[in-house]
């Protein structure tokens, strides 16, 4: 009797647990040859997937938090999955070149996803770009409101102009990346004054910046530049998007959870360079730090001590270190004004001999991952020289095309490689440097 009804409670539990996955699933429409079709008249937000791909399997239970979060809060935004695979022609005449890709579709312009694959960064992405894209504050109240809620935005100010034709052509490809507003010249609090109008100010790092067309260059590259805070939590994914401000990076690399003063100190200084020699380095440098050297070693194929401090030139793979100990602020910026002056001493760079040792280092550390995860696979496979010789030759093959599949993978780097995951071809194509060739096509127009 009592197993019975336990029998019928699972029974029913099980039921309940299924309805509930079917309501989960059901935000999330599953795409085919149609929608090519049918998507017309909607906004829509897709995963292209493949099923043999283990990084759409991760993301799947989150398609269906973004499914349910946007279907509830009635968005405009449709949700759907296609796989990639079975519908090849329509993927890549979306572009669709690594696995999962997500895409917003919005009329004849489709934006790429390359965030964190979390359901809030991909919910705030969706409503912003699906939204207006520049987006009017009719108030200070509404202002305020804003600059609380965002770390880094753009607002016009003035009316009708030139500049607000340019901004809003900006801002219908940078909108990936950031919000842009408008207002006139009321809504804006007191203490802020403008020099001219119309004008396009940034405001972060708890202040603001007036963008001058003349000390500035075009708009576009500005916007490119700005979008990001003065002072970053640098991870591999920042640093992948920061190749497109041409900056130089100068981080410290510590090590977050150490509390000595070794490590916060370091951090102090690149923080105080960064707030108060903006005028001088702000053009040239993005400021930050990151943690722990795992990250930082493999793309410098060096073994850089923690802490310590690194500059990166994302242009072309070289990278500074300083040749004492910075102790100082004023240490931090004679360091910083030799590598402006180019006595500074380069390393790395994507010469030939560099690629060269990028394959073997990959090669090697290919190698050695499959024999720390499986020593008796490792034996197998890499005791035949033939092994080594195959991935050398494919690593020739690959660091020559101008990454073509790299598109939707994040360079972030987890601990270990992994050979049967289909990242990894991917993410040492972005560290080889060929990376930010792409990167420019965020909007790009499918050819339907
Ligand atoms: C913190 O870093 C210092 C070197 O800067 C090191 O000697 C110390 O062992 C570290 N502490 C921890 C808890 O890792
Ligand atoms: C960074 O790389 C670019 C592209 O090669 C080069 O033009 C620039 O001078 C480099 N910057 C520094 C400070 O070496």
Redesign the pocket.
Known sequence: MGAARGGRRSLLWAAVTAVILVVDASYVHDLDDSFKENRKDDIWLVDFYAPWCGHCYTLEPVWNEVGKEMGGTGSPVKVGKMDATSYSSIASEFGVRGYPTIKLLKGDLAYNYRGPRTKEDIVEFANRVAGPIIRPLPSQQMFDHVQKRNRVFFLYVGGESPLKEKYIEVASELIVYTYFFSATEEVLPEHITLPEMPAVLVFKDATYFVYDEYEDGDLSSWISRERFQGYLNVDGFTLYELGDT?K?VAIAIIDDKNTSTDHTRLKLIVQDVARNYRDHFNR?FQFGHMDGNEYINSLLMDDVKIPSIV?L????Q?Y?LPHKPIESTEDMVQFINE??E?T?E?QG??GILQRIRRIIYDAKSTVGSVFKSSPLLGCFLFGLPLGVISIMCYGICTADTDGGSDEAEMPKRETGRDLTDEGTEEEQEEESGESHVEYTDVAETPLL
Request: charged share 5%; glycine share 18%; hydrophobic share 40%.
């Open positions: 041409g130089l040239n500059v030139n994302t242009s072309n070289q500074f590598i402006l180019g500074a380069a760079g994507d």
